[in-house]
Each structure stands twice: as C-alpha cells, then as structure tokens.
C-alpha cells in the first residue's frame, strides 16, 4: 500500500506543472484524497483536498484560483494542475488520503524560479 507522486520540475514563474499521485495496493476512490506541501525550514501544509464521494473540492487560500485536483479512480490516480506558479509555491509536495493516512512518500520536488 503506497502511493507514488511524480511531475515536479524547475519550472519559470507564471509557467505550469501537473503532479500526479498513483495508489497502489488499494482503491483509492474510496478515500478522500489531498495534497500537501513542505518548503524548507517550514512545516507541511494543505494545498488541494477532493472528496471521495461528489468529487468536491478544497483549496488553501494560496493557491486558490491558480491549482486545480482531480482525480481518475480507473488510473487510481490524484492529480494537481498547478497554473500561474509563483517563487513561494516552491516546495517538496506530497499526497494522502485524509483518512487513514499513509506513511509518506518521497513526493516530488516543485522549484519555480527564473
């Protein structure tokens, strides 16, 4: 039981990146899912959370407006469109269910910068 996030990169302000969370090991349309980020020297933080019932939505104030998840239960996979990227979105960003959570993966860098 696992999960697996990829998509990170170096990327210039104002440009795009997709992340995506692939779940092993169990279905991960029966959870709640969301994404978290950590920059250096600061805690973990919510950024996006979906539903696993409705598919709705929540976003820390940040982002709002700017990323978007999403997720497709035939690829068991949770995904965050992130648009307009800033300096301050630069962090290591990680997924998990809302409950029950997992140990957490390595996640996947996101660095913006000119």
């Known amino acids: 039981v696992q999960l697996v996030e990829s998509g990170g990169g170096l990327v210039q302000p104002g440009g795009s990146l997709r992340l995506s969370c692939v779940a092993s090991g169990f279905a991960s349309s029966r959870f709640g899912m969301s994404w978290y980020r950590q920059a250096p020297g600061k805690e973990r933080e919510l950024v996006a959370g979906?539903?696993?019932?409705?598919?709705?939505?929540n976003y820390a104030d940040s982002v709002k407006g700017r990323f978007t998840i999403s997720r497709d239960n035939a690829k068991n996979t949770v995904y965050l469109q992130m648009n307009s990227l800033k300096p301050e979105d630069t962090a290591v960003y990680y997924c998990?269910?809302?409950?029950?959570?997992?140990?957490w993966g390595q996640g996947t860098q996101v660095t913006v910068s000119s």
């Open positions: 979906i539903s696993s019932v409705g598919g709705g939505t």
């Open positions: 998990n269910r809302q409950t029950f959570a997992l140990t």
